[in-house]
């Protein structure tokens, strides 16, 4: 029985392993695409923010209706950056599946304790949560 947990425990670090390679190069695509739109956003508006655009507004160089296109560019084009692309997604379901398989050699390991250090780790545990709660 234990050399199928550590034969578990082996599989997963091995994948989790392998794949944080390939969460690093999408987190960089993300990174670069985000950049991307961010960049375009700001082509498409004149003004940088709605501080420069009410400014404009207030002495007079751009009209009402002009400031509030600018205004609802603004608010699209940030909500447009920001919103989740394929790829972000991706990367979030790649990031919890790590995490999820993280969690599960932890418990492997948990498994292969003898009650003894179990309960010594949960008596520790006890007694730091307990002088954290006394501070």
């Known amino acids: 029985m234990n ?3 550590i034969f578990e425990i082996k599989c997963r670090e091995y994948l989790v392993k392998r794949l944080g390679v390939l969460r690093r190069d999408i987190e960089k695509t993300v990174a670069k ?5 961010e960049s375009r956003v700001e082509e498409l508006c004149e003004y940088k923010d709605f ?3 009410q400014e404009a507004y207030a002495y007079g160089d751009i009209s ?14 940030a909500d447009f950056a920001e919103s989740k692309t394929p790829k972000s997604a991706a990367l979030e ?8 398989q993280k969690r599960e050699i932890r418990d492997f390991e948990w498994e292969l304790k003898t009650p003894e250090e179990r309960e010594r780790i949960e008596k520790s545990n006890a007694e730091f949560r307990a002088s954290r709660r006394s501070n």
């Open 3 to 5: 050399d199928d947990i």
């Open 64 to 77: 009402f209706e002009e400031y509030d296109a600018i205004r609802v560019a603004l608010e699209t084009g």
């Open 93 to 100: 379901i790649l990031i919890d599946f790590m995490e999820r």
């Open 33 to 37: 695409e985000m950049a991307k739109r």
């Open 51 to 53: 501080d420069q655009a």
